[in-house]
């Protein structure tokens, strides 16, 4: 039976795998609660950083504060990024959106067969670039 493996998930159609790679493009453009976590910061680096209990949410981190100092930490690596000002906020946000990009292979559709034995055989035919929507600005 041929499937389409996109992100770690079989579709049984192509089409089903574009939608899928079209989902995912909103989730990496308007989501980064799925690749980072984003905490505010109160205190300083002088007299030591507090830091605030709630996570912020999609709109808030994108729509973050210039006056603001930030934790961030990338979902994927779990690397941490403590007391950084704006502009390092969205350079480590696009850091942790090419490394869940690269980690969920966002730019490519697997073509499988995949057998009805149990465990199932799954054999790789051909490697697909999602056609719906370019994916490669997230590897």
């Known amino acids: 039976?041929?499937?389409?493996?996109?992100?770690?998930?079989?579709?049984?159609?192509?089409?089903?795998?574009?939608?899928?790679?079209?989902?995912?493009?909103?989730?990496?453009?308007?989501?980064?609660?799925?690749?980072?976590?984003?905490?505010?910061?109160?205190?300083?680096?002088?007299?030591?950083?507090?830091?605030?209990?709630?996570?912020?949410?999609?709109?808030?981190?994108?729509?973050?504060?210039?006056?603001?100092?930030?934790?961030?930490?990338?979902?994927?690596?779990g690397n941490t990024s403590l007391g950084i000002d704006y502009t390092a906020l969205q350079e480590r946000i696009s850091e942790c959106k090419l490394e869940f990009g690269r980690h969920y292979e966002v730019n490519e559709i697997f073509k499988l067969d995949v057998s009805d034995d149990d465990p199932p055989k799954v054999t790789h035919l051909e490697t697909l670039v999602p056609q719906t929507v370019d994916m490669s600005v997230y590897i």
């Open 1 to 77: 039976m041929i499937k389409y493996g996109y992100a770690f998930i079989n579709y049984n159609s192509l089409e089903e795998a574009e939608a899928a790679a079209e989902d995912m493009k909103n989730v990496l453009d308007n989501q980064p609660t799925m690749f980072c976590n984003v905490k505010m910061l109160e205190g300083s680096e002088e007299t030591g950083w507090v830091i605030t209990p709630a996570l912020l949410d999609d709109t808030q981190i994108l729509n973050a504060n210039v006056s603001e100092k930030y934790m961030i930490s990338n979902v994927i690596s």
